[in-house]
């Protein structure tokens, strides 16, 4: 246990979920019969706008955000789901997630479907480019953008996941996978 800490804030994109692998899924579906098509495994990726999907404009793979067809592929990150539940009964759960309209009205009916009694907060992208208007003085804060990480008042705080170009800059804390995230917050 942390002490001190009441509540952990978790993202949910690229952290609990694993965005990169359905938004890839789709790009392979749609765009197979383009001329310059190649699949693309989800692990390639390493731009935040998904540029190693050469054949769909940045607009387009920002429409798959705000699609149901995205929700329903949408997987856990290995072990997320089963570390989230026994990390509820230590602390308030609370995922602060970045999105438009669209995208936090489907997040919202993904995460009551699948994480049932974990609490969302949306943060609208049009609005905020980051978290840091949300207090987190009284937590730990998990997300795999190192940018939210900085700016975030959180009590504790470290980078999730893999290293991407997104968060390759952060020298502090990292918590590689789910397991680590486990061993941190319980002990
Ligand atoms: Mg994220």
Not at 30 to 39: C, E, T
Not at 83 to 92: L, R, T
């Amino acid at each position: 246990m942390l002490k001190g800490v009441k509540t952990i804030f978790f993202d949910f994109d690229g952290c609990i979920a694993n965005t990169i692998e359905a938004i890839v899924s789709l790009y392979n579906e749609d765009f197979v019969a383009y001329k310059k098509f190649q699949p693309i495994k989800w692990w390639d990726i390493n731009t935040w706008d998904f540029k190693e999907c050469m054949c769909a404009s940045r607009e387009y793979i920002n429409t798959y955000f705000n699609q149901p067809r995205f929700f329903n592929r949408l997987e856990f990150m290995p072990n997320a789901k089963e570390a989230i539940e026994e990390i509820k009964g230590f602390y308030d759960i609370k995922i602060i997630t970045h999105g438009f309209k669209p995208n936090l009205r489907l997040k919202k009916q993904w995460i009551e479907n699948n994480l049932p009694g974990i609490e969302m907060i949306g943060v609208n992208l049009k609005k905020y480019k980051d978290k840091s208007h949300i207090d987190m003085s009284d937590g730990f804060f998990l997300d795999d953008s190192s940018g939210n990480i900085r700016t975030s008042n959180a009590k504790y705080k470290a980078v999730f996941g893999d290293i991407y170009s997104w968060n390759e800059d952060w020298a502090g804390k990292r918590l590689c996978n789910w397991e680590d995230v486990r061993r941190e917050l319980l002990g």
